[in-house]
């Protein structure tokens, strides 16, 4: 892991096509502003893991009911 400091208003780049910018500090909490193309997904770690556990229960409730039309 990159560990870098930054202060309000300094800039990252990812890549070629994505910019991380300090908005505001504030005590613990950083506000941070993501400038990424349209078709670039940016999700906050928390939403991206219950993305993926939805994302599994669909999968196994459709292999469950393929499993049960092959049955009957």
Do not use: F, Y
């Not at 208003?9 to 096509?17: A, M, T």
């Not at 005590?27 to 941070?32: C, E, M, P, S, Y």
């Not at 993501?34 to 669909?58: G, N, Y």
């Amino acid at each position: 892991m990159l560990v870098l400091s930054r202060k309000k208003n300094e800039k990252l780049q990812l890549g070629d096509s994505i910019q991380v910018t300090v908005i505001k500090v504030s005590g613990d909490k950083v506000r941070l502003g993501i400038e990424a193309p349209s078709d670039t997904l940016v999700l906050r770690k928390e939403l991206a893991k219950l993305q993926e556990q939805i994302s599994i229960e669909i999968t196994e409730q459709s292999e469950d009911s393929d499993t049960l039309r092959e049955s009957a």
